[in-house]
């Protein structure tokens, strides 16, 4: 089956689509994967300051919600068509649409609720397929955090694997997948990624691309060790996994307080203490794990002056790797773990990992939108796969490997 996964994470900057085509293997035991590519679309500039301007702590209104949840909406579907053409040849059986998080309700380490915009009715009418989206809320109805469910698709990939592996995205914000020797596997956010960098860039370049080119202002600045010290004792950190975070938390008033006296500090500066902090919380919560391989994806990974820092934080036992060394591009991982919950929403197959998310137990996820065609749902397999296993598409000769 030919299924695009869309996302847009916490930096809200674009949209992506990955298309991928999903079978079962081995008995069902055993899911494969062959990545069709990627393509990514910026959202219009009057819809991200309109985006950006409705986020909390900025107060909004209903009819605000509305317009977004149908312009995001409208932004997923203009972009799913292109996949499916440009991808799929048209072909694509179904769409996975993460949609747009603009509030995870978290209170007292719990989550109470999430929210999503991006109304799936637009995608499945300009592509014609039906379209699965709105995937958090049923983990946090059973007690979960919503979040990261990246971490089943994680786990698929990771198991088999020596030692004690880890998983690693650093988007707007950093989470991770730990598989330790010893007990069961965890997933949580670590924190921010980078949200804070892409505030305090924005703020201190404004006219700029809105984030640390390169890493190029951290690289050429000096981590301002009492500015650390104040972010490191942020309560966040002390909680115990699973927890999960988001723009809630970590936002520009949250960087002003943290800046509060400390008088004119240089920019670099300040981008060089965020992005050592970033690295920090990265190690501090893998530290305990004893991991000794983290495979990382997401945009931070483009940052190589982020990347450095991770690398000099985490034990020297640790080895760090980009996530296209288990097949998944860094860039679209989030794109094809989507694709791949989509698909199991609809073979009625859960899409969480209770251990991961605290969930009371699995779930299948997400609200099924039909397309312009009859609906016609496949059987569900005797059982959920045990493994993501990634393979390359066939060569024109047809002799593809893995």
């Given at each position: 089956m030919k299924v695009v996964g869309l996302m847009s994470g916490t930096s809200h900057d674009a949209i992506d689509a990955a298309a991928a085509e999903l079978t079962f293997a081995d008995g069902g035991e055993t899911l494969r994967l062959v990545p069709l590519g990627m393509i990514s679309a910026p959202y219009e500039d009057e819809l991200r300051a309109a985006l950006t301007a409705a986020l909390p702590p900025a107060p909004t209104t209903l009819a605000d919600v509305c317009v977004l949840d149908t312009r995001i909406g409208q932004a997923f579907a203009e972009l799913a068509v292109r996949a499916d053409r440009e991808l799929c040849s048209g072909a694509a059986e179904l769409i996975a649409s993460h949609g747009q998080t603009v509030y995870h309700w978290v209170s007292?380490?719990?989550?109470h609720g999430t929210l999503q915009l991006g109304r799936p009715a637009w995608i499945a009418e300009a592509t014609g397929c039906p379209v699965v989206a709105d995937f958090r809320p049923a983990d946090v109805a059973a007690g979960g955090q919503g979040a990261p469910l990246v971490s089943l698709i994680d786990l698929m990939l990771l198991r088999g694997r020596p030692g004690a592996p880890a998983a690693l995205n650093i988007g707007g914000i950093a989470n991770v997948t730990a598989v330790p020797a010893a007990g069961p596997p965890l997933a949580f956010d670590t924190g921010p990624g980078n949200a804070l960098l892409d505030a305090a860039v924005r703020r201190?370049?404004?006219?700029?691309?809105?984030?640390?080119?390169g890493g190029a202002l951290a690289a050429a600045g000096r981590v301002h060790e009492p500015l650390l010290r104040r972010l490191l004792a942020e309560p966040y950190y002390a909680l115990p996994a699973p927890r999960t975070t988001g723009k809630e938390l970590f936002h520009s008033g949250y960087l002003d307080t943290a800046l509060a006296g400390f008088g004119d500090l240089a920019p670099q500066d300040v981008v060089a203490t965020l992005t050592r902090l970033t690295a920090r919380t990265v190690a501090d919560a893998l530290g305990p794990l004893g991991v000794t391989e983290v495979f990382a994806s997401g945009g931070g990974?483009?940052?190589?002056?982020?990347?450095s820092a991770v690398r000099e934080e985490?034990?020297?036992?640790?080895?760090?790797?980009?996530?296209?060394?288990?097949?998944?591009?860094?860039?679209a991982k989030e794109a094809y773990a989507f694709a791949v919950l989509g698909f199991l929403t609809l073979h009625g197959l859960p899409g969480n990992?209770?251990?991961?998310?605290?969930?009371?137990?699995?779930?299948?996820?997400?609200?099924?939108?039909?397309?312009r065609r009859p609906l016609d749902l496949p059987a569900r397999p005797s059982r959920a796969p045990l493994s993501l296993v990634v393979t390359r598409a066939p060569d024109p000769a047809g002799q593809g490997e893995p």
């Open positions: 007292g380490g719990a989550v201190l370049r404004p006219g700029g691309p809105g984030y640390d080119e990974t483009r940052n190589p002056t982020l990347m985490l034990p020297s036992r640790t080895a760090l790797l980009d996530s296209a060394a288990l097949g998944m591009p860094a860039g990992a209770p251990a991961c998310t605290g969930a009371r137990g699995p779930r299948v996820l997400g609200s099924l939108t039909p397309g």
